[in-house]
């Protein structure tokens, strides 16, 4: 079965810093893997996804993530964190093989403070 | 702003109430799904509709129904509810990529409050 872990809870980083949010998957067949964000009081929102055509992946709001098969990590990246950018991201991965429906797994979530 | 409509945002019921929640998608989606998301947790896979056909029945208590009347509409029965049903729910779609891949489309979701 398909999973992911998001590693730390909670990330805190400073207005203009670096923000790293990592997340490391399990899957016995090459997953699909996304990145939702997800405001106070709001619904999901879905950053990026990693489908097999490139390795580094862009997103919205200027996120990226990056697939590293040899680490199973989907690690998220901003380089100049923004006061916007708090939220609660959630890493994603689907046993979709490409021919039938694919059930999306959650990770835990991690909650992104910015400071000014 | 999202493109799957939920309503109502809030909703406050008793255990012995029946009401409902609606979802509405105009992307021309043939899937929708409901989640639940209780807090500070990731949401869970409660119904998938395909091609307005029930698909995916994640064993959740028949106390919740869902129905999907039209390509465009989801609605979510609710009646008997118990206070731990208290949660965020979560309305999504997807185009047919997505049903495989699991890209989906959220709306902002429905906060219930059981007393």
């Known amino acids: 079965a398909q999973s992911v872990t998001q590693l730390g809870s909670h990330v805190s980083v400073s207005e203009g810093a670096l923000v790293l949010l990592r997340c490391n998957y399990s899957s016995s067949v090459p997953p699909y893997l996304f990145w939702y964000v997800q405001y106070p009081n709001q619904g999901l929102q879905l950053l990026l996804k990693?489908?097999?055509?490139?390795?580094l992946v862009k997103g919205i709001n200027g996120f990226e993530a990056e697939f590293k098969k040899s680490e199973t990590s989907f690690h998220l990246t901003k380089p100049s964190a923004h006061m916007s950018d708090a939220a609660e991201y959630f890493c994603?991965?689907?046993?979709?093989?490409?021919?039938?429906?694919?059930?999306?797994?959650f990770g835990q979530g991690t909650i992104l403070t910015v400071h000014p | 702003d999202t493109e799957v409509t939920q309503t109502p945002k809030h909703l406050v019921m008793g255990m012995t109430n029946k009401k409902s929640l609606k979802c509405e998608q105009h992307?021309?989606?043939?899937?929708m799904y409901w989640y639940k998301q209780k807090a500070k947790k990731p949401p869970e896979l409660m119904f998938v509709y395909s091609y307005e056909k029930l698909s995916i029945n994640e064993s959740v208590p028949s106390r919740f129904s869902p129905e999907c009347p039209n390509s465009s509409l989801l609605n979510l029965h609710l009646h008997a509810l118990q206070p731990e049903d208290s949660a965020l729910y979560l309305c999504?779609?997807?185009?047919?990529?997505?049903?495989?891949?699991?890209?989906?489309?959220f709306g902002e979701g429905s906060r219930l409050t059981v007393l």
């Open positions: 992307m021309g989606h043939r899937a």
């Open positions: 990693y489908t097999s055509a490139a390795t």
């Open positions: 994603a991965v689907s046993d979709g093989d490409g021919t039938s429906y694919g059930k999306l797994t």
């Open positions: 999504a779609s997807s185009h047919r990529q997505g049903y495989q891949s699991g890209e989906l489309f």
